[in-house]
């Protein structure tokens, strides 16, 4: 696994959240780099996607403000380079009523690329994915591992700096866990910074670069994982 570089592109700085009085997030801070895996761990109802959907712009936290590529900003001038630059996949992704191959065109449909542009990008997506098999398969025919990579693969093509998967190998049998962690060292070969969450701390099969565990409303960076690849623990934190 190449080194990563020392700057992060992405900084979160001192976030909070709050739900109906009780502190979720507590001054959290963290930072990401390009080709890194972070495993976050935590018991189910701790906060783990709420801390996804924040840093995908998706949800506005009560404090805390954004450093991305040197440039600091606070939530309002943050959220919409958050939406363009991260992307959130549910655990149970949702795929449009059409093919595989319509399915990864829709990001890109929105972004207007001519259709010479568009079939050649989703074409790399499905060759980059092993999925040019299922190409003409309809979204109702795919298995639950099957849909995940689709939905992996949509949001590849958009050329996403950083991917928040939520319990992305949870349900799932263990050839399409397999075939999900392939996916995923490939998006982290390819130099996406990825967090996936899970409650029970699965990483095997997984380059993991640091482990991080959300209770009680703080971020702790857990002792390094043995791995298939190299280990590089990376401090939280300003």
């Known amino acids: 696994m190449r080194p990563l570089p020392q700057q992060p592109w992405l900084e979160a700085r001192g ?3 709050n739900s109906h009085g009780q502190q979720i997030l ?8 390009p080709g890194e895996l972070t495993l976050l761990v935590g018991r189910n109802g701790c906060g783990k996607t709420t801390l996804l959907k924040i840093l995908a712009g998706l949800l506005r936290p009560d404090g805390g403000s954004f450093v991305c590529q040197g440039s600091k900003n606070n939530w309002p001038q943050q959220y919409r380079l958050l939406q363009k630059k991260v992307c959130y996949l549910h655990q149970d992704p949702y795929l449009f009523d059409a093919t595989v191959f319509n399915n990864i065109a829709y990001g890109l449909k929105c972004r207007r690329l001519s259709g010479v542009a568009m079939e050649q990008r989703v074409r790399q ?6 999925m040019e098999h299922l190409a003409g398969r309809h979204s109702r025919e795919l298995s639950g591992g099957e849909k995940q990579r689709v939905a992996m693969a949509r ?16 349900n799932m049998d ?11 060292r490939q998006l982290q070969d390819s130099g996406m910074g990825i967090m996936l969450t899970s409650h029970e701390g699965k990483h095997k099969g997984l380059r993991v670069t640091r482990e991080l565990k959300l209770a009680d409303g703080k971020l702790t960076l857990q002792s390094p994982l043995p791995t298939n690849g190299e280990v590089i623990p990376l401090k939280t934190g300003n």
């Open 15 to 17: 976030v909070r959240f």
């Open 26 to 33: 507590d001054d959290i801070s963290l930072s990401f780099r």
């Open 125 to 130: 997506a499905l060759e980059a994915t092993s």
């Open 155 to 170: 949001a590849w093509v958009l050329s996403p700096r950083l991917m928040l998967l939520d319990e992305p190998l949870a």
């Open 174 to 184: 263990q050839e399409s866990r397999h075939q999900c962690r392939l996916l995923i």
